[in-house]
């Protein structure tokens, strides 16, 4: 099989020797061309195509029967590793920006009832005592919406005491 059909498969063996030899027959076997072995990493490159190679001795006491050799290219594992962490970024970012939708209308909804309130006491002190201040919140701003529609009752109330004496 060509190195193409072969990338992204998972090349296991079992071969006399380390892993290194067992790289290089099987390269041998394909008519792929490899360079050298870098050791610290164990990475491998076979044809232009690097290749993370782990492996295990295989023994019976001390007699060395073998080793068990794996590989994986090393662009799998890249690519596995980026879909790995856009999808953590993905499944990270979508609650962020849900709380912040979130946290916008509700900062909406509070400045909407704020600017209500101002201009129903700016109505009151301008005079304008006929329309109801109703807010209908279980909050501060519902306790002040009362308190604001009381206290116009009463100014309406004493207004209306005022006109009665003044006849």
């Given at each position: 099989?060509?190195?193409?059909?072969?990338?992204?498969?998972i090349?296991?063996?079992?071969?006399?020797?380390?892993?290194?030899?067992?790289?290089?027959?099987?390269?041998?076997?394909h008519?792929?061309?490899?360079?050298?072995?870098?050791?610290?990493?164990r990475?491998?490159?076979?044809?232009?195509?690097?290749?993370?190679?782990?492996?295990?001795?295989v023994?019976r006491?001390d007699?060395?029967?073998?080793?068990v050799v794996?590989?994986?290219a090393?662009?799998?594992?890249?690519?596995?590793?980026?879909?790995?962490?856009?999808?953590?970024?993905?499944?990270?970012?979508?609650?962020?920006l849900?709380?912040?939708?979130?946290?916008?209308?509700?900062?909406?909804?509070?400045?909407?009832?704020?600017?209500?309130?101002?201009?129903?006491?700016?109505q009151?002190?301008?005079?304008?005592?006929?329309?109801?201040?109703?807010?209908t919140?279980?909050?501060?701003?519902?306790?002040?919406?009362?308190?604001l529609?009381r206290?116009?009752?009463?100014?309406?109330?004493?207004?209306?005491?005022?006109r009665?004496?003044?006849?």
């Open positions: 099989p060509s190195l193409e059909a072969l990338a992204g498969e090349y296991t063996g079992v071969r006399q020797r380390a892993s290194g030899a067992m790289a290089r027959a099987f390269a041998e076997q008519g792929i061309a490899m360079g050298p072995i870098d050791p610290p990493s990475l491998i490159d076979l044809a232009g195509t690097r290749i993370e190679v782990a492996s295990h001795a023994q006491g007699q060395v029967l073998g080793a794996i590989g994986i090393d662009e799998v594992v890249v690519e596995r590793v980026r879909t790995l962490l856009f999808n953590t970024v993905a499944l990270s970012v979508l609650p962020v849900l709380a912040i939708v979130i946290a916008i209308a509700l900062a909406r909804s509070q400045t909407r009832n704020v600017l209500y309130l101002t201009k129903a006491a700016e009151m002190s301008r005079g304008d005592l006929e329309k109801s201040v109703l807010l919140t279980n909050d501060e701003l519902g306790e002040l919406s009362r308190a529609e206290m116009r009752i009463s100014l309406q109330e004493s207004l209306e005491r005022l009665r004496r003044r006849r």
